[in-house]
């Protein structure tokens, strides 16, 4: 007969523990065994261990709690106040823990393969455990599976294991997620507020140990931590379910880095991205299989755009690794502090071994918790390959920060210590090292990268694979979700997205590509299921359409409901919509201006107090106790700790919502502004707009907008599709009826005093206004100058709240100067393109950077009068540096743009969309136009040798007269037609 825990702990004596009560629902590990084991049957394990679990039969807890064994203690305290035997109190708190954890590694492993043996299973006598004199003085965190008590635990489990037919594999694994999980159990009863006194002499007695026991069990608190964030967490903090509940293995290209430089050299238009270009494969088998090869050496690279499951995948692999045996160690980019010069101290301080957000006490924490990176020369046999068990995973490089000053810098220093201090170590224990982040070419171009490091490109998600995903998210999401079946609702979503899919197997446009993305990718398809949820029409396509159309119903809906997605109606957590949204836009501002993805509040409180002081203090109004708290329970926003800071749940709600943030601030322009005021006269080219010029204040604020940052690729394409949704419900051509409140539009005619204003905006800068100090004039003297505009921009980027003693490091005003002009022509040429040719829209005078027929639309002539000063322009942007996608101007849209007669010698046009525009007599001598959309362009009478225009959309273009000589034209499939007319002196690639 199994041994009695009640009994041993006194709470049996003279049958005065009831069966009902808490005390009577105590039981040992053999006896809670033994009633799973009561039938061997192999069906329906995972319930037989609820119902012998004591706590859910005793206060009623649902199977995913995560603190059921503390509740269950504290409902025992009474019977407990007279057990002070500190041995029986830690074999009450190592049963507790044990069951705890047997109940979760039955959860993730199932039922077994096989069947069982016998009708009952009975602990044998031998593996029953002495309790009775039994002491825990050889139970320590770091070796705890070698304890007495520990060991006779896992005897009995696989004893029952067996006998119900669980294969070896499957006992392995059972094995392995008891040992993962029993020292967590163990803490949480040990540690917790609500029991901590209880074990207050067990729980010291295990504090006890040198600095090499505190830094492995301060280790073991940060794995458990990493297997908390993905079985337990709920997602976005507030979601019914965890990632491990709705996570779906993603796939990959996998190629050598040798490779990938090779074939870009040989063919820009090569990417990775590609479905040819390094296959599909399994992720988690493709890096675990590396991470196994004895012949492997190197590091591990991960990339894909945002939303893709980067850091999803990173908790996924850390919970692998604890199930082999191995030993996660998860950073973040962004927690490694720029002012660590030394790689292994900045990891010190990045670790995680405590959510701050779990009621739990923080853990000791040893001095140094590497041990001087002793751990890291730890060794072990896997898979054959000798390694060091701790495998370091790097997540999100491209969190460091989104300023281009010092990025790269501080990305290749961090990269070049890890390749020295954990890829080359020569005849020391090899260190596993994973890194992601976005595409960025800080990396590329950094040393780090040698001939054989693996890349691995995350892919879209297979047909099958959303399918399972939207299933998952359904049926946590409830009925709701489905609206009457779930093949109803989402049926006709994943038979869209499977005919897509597979048209765009090969080689997809852009615009395919955005439209795969937003249910391709597994952040972006959660976000469209919540959509879906509300969604009032059948038809879910519109919905689908790009990232932008996505994120644009998402922030209407969320803002309708006070910054709400679930079903949280607690008044004092609402906030207007006419107050939330603008406020989400100008943190998104603040934090983009101070060049990261999450920032203090001392920080946000300076920059938003400047414009928004009134809005700040009507939220603050709601919730007292914590700055900008109200937000912080929004959908958009993790945590609530203040000394956190503040931060958006994902990057791409920053990048949408300050790009939604600019539109707002082009549009404000137009509603305030019945006509644009005339241009100055040409002989003032130096002189700033007057202070009542509506141009004065509207530069400004412009400036302040765009002259922190570069405008990534991210906030370009949001910006795109932006301006295209303005002009298209502006010309009624779009009628929605979304869930949520959209924006109030902009009338076609104010629109097209923005494009005015624009133009005037790009003369001010192209002259140099902002960087001159304007004079100021008593009388006929010279007084003195106001300090350059650009001094206030450079001020502005720079960091507001600075602690004492602190100098921090001032932006160049050339960077600024930059930034500033690419931000403005990317505007003008988008808002010239999409304003349509009408009567409304007709200039009342034609600008000095705008050209138009009689009759024809306006079109953005970023030359001006002078043509060559364009060519100049671009010298001047790209002399900051680093402009993400390259040399200026590329990626830009410049369709229905007048570069006539204009010069453009070795411009850099790669991938410029340039539909409709007019080239005539430009002067192209080797100027790149690479992959650039050139269709219904005029080209007539244009110059060019060397010409790079391979992989160009030609199609509809007139090249009458064009003299080209030895222009690389593969890829472009001119016509015979287009050939016939031009004058191709000995083109290449045709």
């Not at 893709?308 to 160690?329: D, H, N, Q, V």
């Not at 995973?393 to 961090?414: M, N, P, T, Y």
């Not at 001119?974 to 031009?982: G, H, I, R, Y």
């Amino acid at each position: 007969m199994a041994f009695s825990l009640r009994r041993y702990l006194g709470l049996d004596a003279g049958g005065r523990a009831r069966t009902g009560s808490a005390a009577g629902q105590l039981k040992s590990v053999a006896e809670f065994l033994e009633h799973v084991g009561a039938t061997l049957k192999g069906e329906g394990i995972a319930e037989r261990v609820a119902e012998a679990a004591p706590w859910l039969g005793a206060i009623g807890e649902a199977a995913r709690e995560s603190l059921p064994a503390v509740k269950f203690v504290v409902k025992l305290a009474e019977s407990l106040s007279k057990v002070n035997d500190p041995d029986q109190l830690a074999y009450l708190a190592c049963t507790l823990a044990f069951q705890r954890s047997v109940h979760a590694a039955v959860a993730q492993v199932g039922d077994p393969a096989g069947t069982g043996s016998a009708p009952e299973w009975r602990a044998k006598p031998e593996l029953d455990v002495p309790a009775e004199g039994m002491r825990f003085d050889d139970l320590r965190w770091q070796s705890f599976a070698s304890s007495r008590f520990y060991t006779h635990g896992v005897a009995l489990l696989d004893d029952l294991a067996d006998a119900l037919g669980y294969t070896e594999a499957q006992q392995r694994r059972l094995r392995s997620e008891v040992r993962l999980r029993f020292p967590a159990e163990l803490k949480r009863l040990l540690y917790s507020p609500q029991t901590r006194e209880r074990f207050a002499a067990f729980g010291t007695r295990l504090q006890l140990g040198d600095e090499t026991e505190l830094a492995h069990r301060a280790l073991g608190d940060h794995i458990e931590l990493q297997r908390r964030l993905y079985e337990e967490h709920p997602v976005f903090g507030e979601e019914p379910f965890s990632l491990a509940d709705v996570y779906v293995d993603t796939q990959c290209g996998k190629l050598t880095w040798k490779t990938i430089r090779d074939r870009k050299r040989k063919d820009h238009g090569f990417s990775e991205f590609a479905e040819k270009a390094g296959g599909r494969h399994d992720l988690l088998t493709t890096v675990m299989d590396l991470i196994g090869d004895k012949a492997f050496d190197d590091a591990i690279v991960i990339q894909g755009p945002a939303g893709a499951g980067k850091s999803a995948f990173t908790l996924r692999l850390a919970a692998e690794l604890s199930r082999e045996g191995l030993k996660p160690i998860r950073v973040r980019f962004r927690d490694l502090k720029r002012t660590m010069i030394n790689v292994m101290e900045a990891l010190r301080e990045a670790i995680r071994v405590h959510d701050d957000r779990e009621d739990v006490e923080p853990p000791p924490m040893p001095r140094d918790i590497f041990l001087d990176g002793a751990i890291f020369d730890e060794s072990e046999d896997y898979r054959g390959a000798k390694i060091c068990p701790w495998v370091l995973i790097l997540d999100g490089w491209d969190e460091v920060s989104v300023s281009a000053q010092g990025f790269r810098k501080h990305v290749e220093h961090i990269l070049a210590q890890v390749r020295d201090r954990f890829v080359d170590r020569y005849n020391r224990p090899r260190v596993r090292v994973v890194l992601t982040g976005r595409p960025s070419t800080a990396v590329t171009e950094s040393s780090f990268l040698k001939d054989k490091t693996r890349v691995l490109t995350l892919r879209n998600l297979e047909p099958k694979s959303l399918e399972r995903h939207l299933a998952r998210l359904a049926e946590f999401m409830g009925p709701a979700a489905c609206k009457g079946s779930w093949a109803g609702r989402f049926g006709p979503v994943v038979a869209d997205y499977r005919e897509g899919w597979e048209k765009a197997r090969g080689e997809a446009s852009p615009a395919e590509r955005a439209r795969l993305e937003v249910l391709g990718l597994p952040l972006l398809a959660h976000l469209a299921v919540r959509l879906m949820v509300a969604w009032p029409d059948d038809d879910l396509k519109p919905l689908l359409e790009t990232p932008t159309t996505l994120y644009r119903h998402l922030v209407d809906l969320t803002c309708h409901h006070g910054g709400r997605h679930g079903g949280d109606d607690r008044p004092d957590l609402h906030i207007d919509e006419d107050e939330l949204r603008p406020l989400l836009r100008e943190v998104a501002v603040a934090m983009t201006a101070y060049g990261r993805d999450a920032i203090p509040y001392d920080e946000l409180e300076d920059r938003l107090n400047e414009r928004y002081a009134d809005l700040l203090e009507a939220v603050q109004d709601r919730i007292n106790d914590e700055p900008l708290a109200a937000l912080l329970v929004s959908f958009f926003f993790k945590g609530g700790h203040k000394d956190l800071g503040a931060e958006f749940t994902h990057k791409s709600f920053r990048e949408f919502l300050f790009a939604e943030a600019i539109v707002e601030a082009l549009k404000d322009f137009g509603r305030e502004n019945a006509a644009c005021p005339a241009e100055k006269p040409e002989a003032d080219y130096w002189r700033d707009f007057e202070s009542d010029d509506p141009r004065y204040d509207w530069s400004r604020r412009l400036g302040r907008l765009l002259g922190p940052q570069w405008i990534t690729p991210e906030v370009r394409g949001h910006l795109q599709a932006l301006i295209t949704w303005e002009m298209e419900r502006a010309d009624a051509l779009v009628a929605e009826a979304p869930p949520g409140r959209p924006t109030a539009p902009l009338a076609l005619e104010r629109w097209a005093v923005v494009r005015d204003g624009l133009a005037d905006l790009w003369d001010w800068w192209g002259e140099g206004v902002h960087l001159r100090g304007q004079p100021r004039m008593k009388g006929k003297k010279l007084e003195g100058f106001d300090e350059p505009l650009v001094d206030e921009w450079v001020r502005w980027a720079m960091p507001q709240a600075v602690a004492r003693g602190v100098r921090p490091t001032p932006y160049r005003t050339t960077t600024i100067d930059a930034h500033v002009g690419d931000g403005l022509c990317t505007l003008a040429a988008l808002v010239h393109a999409r304003v349509p040719e009408s009567p409304a829209t007709q200039a009342a005078e034609v600008r000095r950077y705008q050209s138009q027929r009689e009759g024809q639309r306006v079109r953005f002539r970023p030359t001006g009068r002078h043509e060559g000063f364009f060519q100049n322009y671009c010298a001047r942007i790209n002399a900051a540096g680093f402009r993400p996608g390259g040399l200026f101007p590329s990626y830009l849209c410049f369709n229905y743009a007048d570069f006539g007669r204009s010069m453009l010698v070795r411009a850099s046009l790669f991938s410029c969309s340039l539909r409709f525009a007019r080239l005539t007599g430009a002067s192209i001598h080797q100027a790149s136009f690479a992959y650039a959309d050139l269709s219904n362009a005029n080209l007539d009478y244009s110059i060019g040798a060397s010409v790079y225009a391979h992989g160009c959309d030609f199609s509809q273009a007139s090249l009458r007269n064009a003299r080209w000589r030895h222009p690389l034209l593969a890829g472009s499939h001119l016509t015979p037609e287009q050939l016939q007319v031009a004058d191709m002196f000995e083109p290449i690639g045709l």
